[in-house]
């Protein structure tokens, strides 16, 4: 089937330095994008979400960019700092599923001091 | 303060007992989901249920049993027929509508040996 997929599982940077997610969709059909963090031994927490009739959104320090034309949907952050490191999941909802998710496998981002 | 409970934080089982996970939501929510989560692995929805007293097989329900007789507990229970039980299961729960986002509960991280 169809499913959510990240170009990189691991992305190590500089504190103070953007960082920029990816994530790849195979389904043509997701009109709805989430983006979590994870914690270690913590459940998800919701970060910016973004709706397919739109290309970019920003939440604070961060920026989800959409471009449905290569299923792509990218999370940046803004002056990343030590608490960021976390694993980040996207996540796709297609309409027809209702309020179902499909997760990604997840990025392990590290900030390095 | 409104959220999702889930207990206990880590439990231990011997192989061939049945066990129950606890997972009570404070939100108001219709719809409430199990997953489980691999190390180094994405989320894998096992139940879901929009509804009290309905629920619908995810994609891994094989093993596993689900109740949903208020709207506020959607408890799970991992059967001796899972062969692989050993994994941190997440509960979340959503409004009933389509481009909701999950809101999750810190987790139960279960060992069994």
């Known amino acids: 089937g169809e499913s959510v997929g990240l170009h990189l599982p691991t992305l190590s940077v500089q504190e103070g330095d953007n960082s920029i997610i990816n994530c790849a969709y195979s389904?043509?059909?997701?009109?709805?994008f989430i983006w979590y963090k994870q914690e270690s031994g913590k459940g998800p927490q919701f970060i910016i979400d973004?709706?397919?009739?739109?290309d970019k959104r920003q939440g604070q320090r961060v920026t989800v960019l959409l471009n449905k034309t290569v299923k792509h949907l990218s999370l940046q952050i803004a002056a990343t700092q030590p608490g960021d490191s976390a694993v980040y999941f996207c996540a796709e909802n297609p309409e027809t599923s209702g309020s179902r998710l499909t997760f990604g496998e997840g990025t392990q981002l590290t900030v390095n001091p | 303060d409104g959220g999702i409970t889930q207990s206990p934080k880590y439990l231990f089982r011997k192989e061939g007992q049945n066990v129950t996970l606890s997972c009570e939501q404070n939100?108001?929510?219709?719809?409430m989901y199990w997953y489980r989560q691999d190390p180094g692995q994405g989320l894998r929805l096992i139940y879901y249920s929009q509804i009290v007293n309905d629920f619908q097989k995810g994609d891994i329900a094989e093993g596993y049993s689900v109740s949903r007789e208020k709207k506020e507990s959607f408890p799970l229970t991992v059967t001796s027929a899972q062969k692989n039980p050993t994994a941190f299961y997440l509960c979340a729960s959503s409004v009933q509508d389509f481009g909701s986002p999950l809101h999750f509960g810190n987790g139960t991280r279960l060992t069994v040996t």
């Open positions: 973004i709706r397919s009739n739109m």
């Open positions: 939100l108001n929510h219709d719809a």
């Open positions: 389904n043509s059909a997701s009109d709805y």
